[in-house]
């Protein structure tokens, strides 16, 4: 089955620090990937997607990730992040079944 | 607009009581759903997904089941609750084909507290 792992569970930067959060997925197979974040108190929503096409997708408020599939690896990144951005962020995976999972998720603290 | 509700949000249960968690999904037909747990430190745990009334896959082997009596609801059930069932439970609708790069959609999550 397939499995993400996020490599930081917590990671602390000051504002206008660049981020960058790991992701590596283990499956052989087509793959759609996700980032989906969750402020605090709120729901999880999806920050970007990849399914096809230009493995450098961007997102919502400035993120962007990149698909390497010789390195299995769906990186999150920001050039500037701000304290809004406090949140926790989770990879997620999709094969060719119906099923998607989870990282253990990365919790992001940006100091003012 | 489709939208997806859950409940109860919290819920406060003794050891070897029954549990019931209701979702359901509107503005939609024929979504996969999905049950998630939730616990710190450990993302989000798959624990059952529905592609169609009656069709349910299972994750992770435990004391919990689901059932999909209708084609918008899904239920997270126990018999008998155990301590370790404590945790933060989502419901998560999908247009169906979620390997074809569709977005999968949380409700607003419940607390179960097993006393």
């Known amino acids: 089955a397939q499995s993400v792992s996020q490599h930081n569970h917590h990671v602390i930067l000051s504002e206008a620090a660049s981020l960058e959060l790991g992701c590596n997925y283990s499956?052989?197979?087509?793959?759609?990937l996700f980032w989906y974040v969750q402020y605090p108190g709120q729901h999880l929503q999806l920050l970007l997607k990849?399914?096809?096409?230009?493995?450098l997708v961007k997102g919502i408020k400035g993120f962007e990730a990149e698909f390497i599939k010789s390195k299995f690896s769906f990186n999150l990144r920001k050039p500037s992040v701000q304290w809004s951005d406090t949140a926790e962020y989770f990879c997620a995976v999709n094969g060719v079944g119906n099923d998607m999972r989870f990282g253990a998720g990365t919790r992001l603290t940006v100091k003012p | 607009s489709q939208t997806i509700h859950q409940w109860p949000a919290t819920l406060v249960q003794p050891v070897g009581s029954p549990l019931s968690l209701e979702c359901t999904v509107e503005g939609t037909s024929n979504p996969n759903l999905y049950w998630y747990r939730q616990a710190a430190g450990r993302g989000l745990q798959l624990l059952f997904y529905s592609v169609g009334i009656g069709q349910i896959s299972s994750e992770v082997p435990q004391n919990l089941s689901a059932s999909r009596p209708q084609d918008r609801q899904f239920i997270l059930s126990s018999k008998k609750l155990l301590l370790s069932d404590s945790g933060f439970y989502l419901c998560a609708w999908s247009v169906a084909g979620l390997r074809y790069g569709n977005t999968i959609y949380f409700g607003e999550g419940s607390w179960l507290t097993v006393v």
């Open positions: 499956y052989g197979g087509t793959v759609n």
């Open positions: 990849y399914f096809s096409g230009d493995p």
